[in-house]
């Protein structure tokens, strides 16, 4: 007796992929220990993804793919899965831990009886490989959805060619949840404090965000390509061509904002981007070549922005 497969149908849904790093490594190293590992991990993801009102459409070694009618809900089912995973890595020996890295897009897909096809899985899929181990990140339709509905913040990763999807996308990392509102600062997502560890930030600051190295904040194209043309301008001054009387001025700010985007990937604080880009307007009134003298509009400007940042730099108080 032979069952009909039901009709393909097509819906807007919100696709979590999650995956295991380094599975293949651990399995190596002690496959009975693992394997008992990985069916904890799929215990606990599947209880989560079905307390988030979602369904876990396949599990497949050491990754899990699943489906929800609500994109909120997929991305609080992501962030809890990554905080229970490193909750459960401060109970375990290190070579027993393991890290997840979870790619969630919303899109199109074609559902026929429990399977789910088309593009909108291949790209949550897409977006899992991107994701560094213990972090989330999102595709453009999902942070449009979510990022007022949730307290969360995100990281800009700019657009992306991904691997077999024809159009580029605009990826979202989750980077640390916001003040609570009891101003009690929620950790972040795929970050455990360590066994015994860090005693918690002033009330009302948020755990800090992961942090860059300094080499990749400065080799950020954002950081980057100011630095570079900045540098050039600013060097216009001991005769480089072209010449101009305002060039060195326009470098100074544009090293001003290098440096800032670089502050800011490094530290994860909007502040340094302030402080910088103050600084490169005062020495932009310094280092041009003025008709009417030194610009002390652009000094105070420069001044005025510079204040704005340091001000933001000091911890929030309980009110």
């Not at 919303?106 to 977006?127: C, F």
């Not at 972040?188 to 930030?201: D, F, K, L, V, Y």
């Not at 904002?257 to 490094?266: I, K, M, N, S, T």
């Amino acid at each position: 007796m032979t069952i009909e497969a039901s009709a393909p149908r097509r819906k807007l849904s919100a696709i979590l992929m999650i995956d295991v790093v380094g599975f293949s490594r651990m399995m190596g190293q002690d496959e009975e220990r693992t394997i008992v590992l990985i069916r904890e991990f799929h215990e606990r993801t599947q209880g989560l993804v079905e307390a988030h009102a979602g369904r876990v459409v396949d599990t497949a070694g050491d990754s899990v793919f699943g489906e929800f009618d609500s994109v909120v809900n997929a991305v609080r089912c992501a962030q809890a899965i990554q905080e229970a995973q490193a909750a459960a890595n401060t109970r375990r020996e290190p070579a027993e831990r393991m890290e997840t890295r979870i790619g969630v897009h919303l899109g199109d897909v074609i559902v026929q009886d429990y399977r789910v096809y088309g593009d909108g899985v291949n790209i949550a899929a897409r977006l899992q490989t991107v994701a560094a181990p213990g972090s989330i990140c999102v595709s453009e339709a999902v942070y449009k959805e979510v990022y007022t509905k949730l307290d969360l913040a995100f990281e800009d990763l700019g657009v992306r060619e991904l691997k077999n999807i024809e159009h580029p996308i605009r990826l979202y990392r989750v980077i640390t949840p916001k003040a609570g509102r009891a101003g009690v600062p929620a950790e972040a997502p795929g970050q455990a404090r360590p066994p015994g560890g860090s005693p918690q930030p002033p009330l009302g600051m948020p755990w800090p965000p992961r942090r860059i190295s300094w080499m990749d904040a400065l080799l950020h194209p954002s950081s980057l390509v100011p630095l570079v043309v900045g540098a050039y301008l600013l060097a216009t001054a001991l005769g480089l061509p072209p010449t101009g009387r305002l060039f060195p001025a326009f470098g100074a700010v544009l090293v001003g904002v290098g440096l800032g985007r670089a502050l800011r990937l490094r530290t994860g604080r909007r502040a340094f981007f302030a402080i910088a880009l103050g600084a490169g307007l005062i020495g932009a009134a310094i280092s041009g070549h003025w008709r009417t003298g030194t610009p002390w509009w652009l000094v105070v400007g420069g001044i005025v922005v510079t204040a704005v940042g340091l001000t933001r730099l000091r911890p929030q108080r309980e009110p």
